[in-house]
């Protein structure tokens, strides 16, 4: 019998009234195949991208099984735990099931990093019926004894392709012994490569596959071209586009959290109203920034790939890819964005000569040429050499050396906002800082160096223009002619000036 209406599924009467206030009457593809098998108490593998209906394929099913069986709440212990990769779409999920079980007498709670965890402690010390949450902060909840994983009856993975993208794959493999062996798992994942079905075997038993919506199909429905463009004029080629009105609410890509920023500034320079939101940001600013995104306020929302898994915005007009990712599932799941809920969109891509690889690979996945748009007549020739500076410190800050002069040579011809290729899909983390006794760039001291008083009140002292000493020599001229080391005992010894 083919299922074509929610009331066909046997939900309970309060959670049919909820999704009619939302004004769901028909379920998608994964909602369709995925609800029988949970309602039924079966382990569940499914493949989905986001923006499928996926969240009420299972919050339906686990609202239904709880509501059907009430127990009373255990302290410090939920009945259904639901994984997910980002704060951002741990919140949605979370709201989901307060929407989905507002006529219930059910409780959610979400909890993730970025926020004080005294005051999710004091919200789980009750028990909770259902938690979302991020594996980090689970996994330091369970660690203070705030949180107990024993009587878990229902277990979601949701977004695991994303989990294992962002190196949670050692928490995940301590949550699972956690665990109770009995219980129902829901696995979910936009892909299903050998890593991802390892994993799904750990957790899984006997499940039922469901698979809908292949990467390469949410590329079909959106409209896409490529622009070939130098580094340097990415930022006015943006600005440039950006002026045109028809450009309503835009999701612009970059591959860092340094160059999201960077972005935004340039914008902000150009009267052009724009946010960022990374994993840099603090959970009130991404939160705030997202609003401004939903209501309008803000048209222009520029994201890394990690901040953007959740991001779930319905009139996204147009997705701006300013760095091509070097992982084309995720050229998939950026321009996704904009074709939310079978609805078509638009994307554009900025390519320079490093990214053409990319390119490839993502003509390759998708089995789709992206047609080439020209540049817009009038576009600047060259950066400013304001620009051109300011590129090189950001080649500068990626390496994790101060630099004057030309940047390093993985980094010439990707000024401003490239990355060194690299398969690791997490680009987002950024330099690492250079250990202390490291050796310095040029005109920088050494970490850890010696240096007397004197010194030390020179360099307080000199203006920020002024040109610092040369390595090694102290700011003061040296009286004894001796070497660092002796020049401080020297000084120690010296009556103190006045």
Same mark, same amino acid.
């Given at each position: ?376 007549? *009038?576009? =600047? &020739? ?5 620009? @051109?500076?300011? $590129? +090189?410190?950001?080649?500068?800050? /990626?390496?994790? #050396? ?45 970490? *850890?160096? =010696? &240096? ?5 009140? @020179?360099?307080? $002292? +000199?203006?920020?223009?002024?040109? /610092?000493?040369? #390595? ?27």
């Amino acid at each position: 019998m083919t299922l074509t209406l929610f009331s066909d599924f046997g939900l309970a009467q309060p959670i049919l009234k909820a999704l009619a206030a939302e004004g769901y009457e028909k379920p998608t593809p994964i909602q369709a195949q995925t609800i029988p098998y949970a309602m039924e108490g079966r382990d569940v593998c499914g493949i989905a991208q986001t923006g499928t209906g996926k969240t009420a394929a299972f919050a339906l099913p686990i609202l239904h099984r709880l509501n059907a069986n009430p127990k009373p709440r255990k302290p410090k212990s939920p009945r259904v735990l639901v994984l997910s990769p980002t704060r951002e779409l741990s919140g949605q999920i979370a709201d989901s099931f307060k929407a989905y079980g507002r006529n219930l007498r059910l409780t959610t709670e979400v909890v993730f990093g970025g926020v004080t965890i005294s005051r999710q402690e004091k919200a789980l010390a009750q028990g909770v019926d259902v938690l979302v949450a991020t594996p980090g902060r689970l996994i330091d909840l369970v660690d203070r004894r705030a949180l107990s994983l024993r009587d878990i009856e229902i277990l979601v993975l949701d977004e695991a392709d994303q989990m294992l993208d962002l190196g949670f794959i050692h928490a995940l493999k301590r949550i699972v012994t956690l665990l109770p062996k009995e219980r129902q798992s829901l696995f979910f994942s936009a892909t299903m490569p050998k890593t991802i079905s390892t994993l799904a075997d750990s957790f899984l038993r006997d499940p039922a596959h469901v698979a809908v919506t292949p990467v390469a199909t949410t590329a079909e429905r959106v409209e896409q071209s490529v622009i070939f463009v130098q580094t340097g004029r990415k930022q006015v080629l943006l600005e440039t586009l950006l002026r045109d009105p028809s450009i309503d609410r835009v999701l612009v890509f970059t591959r860092t959290k340094h160059g999201a920023d960077k972005v935004v500034r340039g914008l902000d320079k150009a009267g052009i109203a724009g946010a960022a939101i990374h994993g840099n940001k603090s959970q009130p600013q991404r939160e705030r920034a997202l609003a401004g995104f939903r209501d309008g306020s803000c048209r222009v929302l520029v994201a890394t790939d990690i901040a953007a898994r959740g991001i779930d915005v319905e009139g996204v007009t147009h997705v701006i890819n300013y760095d091509l990712p070097n992982v084309p599932e995720s050229y998939v799941h950026r321009i996704g964005r904009t074709a939310r809920a079978g609805a078509t969109g638009l994307a554009i891509s900025f390519c320079n000569d490093e990214e053409k690889a990319y390119l490839k690979d993502i003509e390759k996945l998708t089995r789709l040429k992206v047609p080439v748009m020209p540049l817009p007549e *009038g576009l =600047p &020739a060259a950066p400013a050499a304001s620009e @051109a500076s300011e $590129q +090189r410190r950001e080649a500068s800050h /990626r390496n994790g #050396q101060p630099q004057r002069g030309r940047p390093a040579p993985h980094a010439r011809g990707n000024q401003g906002h490239g990355q060194p290729r690299t398969s690791d899909p997490n680009a987002e983390k950024g330099p690492k800082r250079r250990r202390r006794g490291g050796k310095p760039g040029n005109g920088q001291q050494q970490v *850890g160096q =010696p &240096a007397g008083n004197q010194q030390r009140s @020179a360099q307080a $002292q +000199r203006p920020a223009h002024a040109p /610092r000493p040369a #390595q090694g020599k102290p700011a003061a001229s040296r009286p004894d002619g001796r070497r660092d080391g002796a020049q401080v005992a020297w000084l120690e010894k010296s009556p103190r000036r006045r």
